[in-house]
């Protein structure tokens, strides 16, 4: 079975400066990998994901995130980020037999 | 567009009402789930269901049930409210293990 830890519950930063939201995961098959992002009073909308293929995803609002095997990690970036960036993200784990696994969630939050 | 739909977004009750929040989805995806989420905290899976007629507890001991007698509609039921049921429901689905698609949520609370 897999599990997902993400290191901070909450990351507050300013306005234009670069985010880091950090994720690990531990799993004995290939996986499945994704960035879910939740506004408040609001489901979970699918940010971005890794399936195969280039380790590098990105987003259409300028997030990225990189797959790397030998530290089994998924770590979102963005190089500047907005108010509007405010938000919880969720790392989420699976393969094709298994069911999502979600990390608890990691707080941004964006000051002006 | 959202393609999994649940209603209310927001309910009141009061305490001993029986409630159901209902949940579908357009996409044919046989694998249904209902997370319970305190605001700004970790989801919890409370049930899933994997095609009609089957529906399991989750991580989370809830006392709500679920039923799945079509493929689109995975409704969830406490049959007597109680304060502690305060909180967000989220129902999803998937195809298969490429990712979950999130209703907006029910917030629900109970006085």
């Known amino acids: 079975a897999q599990s997902v830890t993400q290191l901070d519950s909450q990351v507050p930063v300013f306005e234009e400066a670069p985010v880091e939201l950090r994720c690990n995961y531990s799993s004995s098959v290939s996986v499945y990998l994704f960035w879910y992002v939740q506004y408040p009073n609001q489901g979970l909308q699918l940010l971005l994901k890794y399936l195969s293929g280039s380790t590098l995803v990105e987003s259409i609002n300028g997030f990225e995130a990189e797959f790397n095997k030998s530290q089994t990690s998924f770590h979102l ?16 784990v699976s393969d094709p037999n298994n069911d999502m696994r979600f990390g608890a969630g990691t707080r941004l939050t964006v000051k002006p | 567009e959202a393609d999994i739909y649940q209603t209310p977004r927001y309910l009141v009750i009061g305490t001993g009402k029986k409630i159901t929040l209902e949940c579908s989805q357009t996409m044919g995806h046989d694998k249904m789930y209902w997370y319970q989420q305190d605001p700004g905290m970790e989801l919890h899976l409370i049930h899933y269901s994997y095609g009609v007629n089957s529906t399991e507890k989750g991580d989370l001991s809830s006392e709500s049930t679920v039923s799945r007698i079509r493929t689109e509609h995975f409704p969830l039921t406490l049959e007597s409210a109680r304060p502690s049921h305060t909180s967000q429901y989220l129902c999803a689905s998937t195809r298969t293990g490429r990712g979950y698609t999130f209703g907006s949520g029910t917030r629900l609370t109970v006085v």
């Open chain 1, 77 to 92: 970036r963005k190089p500047s980020v907005h108010i509007s960036d405010t938000a919880e993200y969720f790392c989420a």
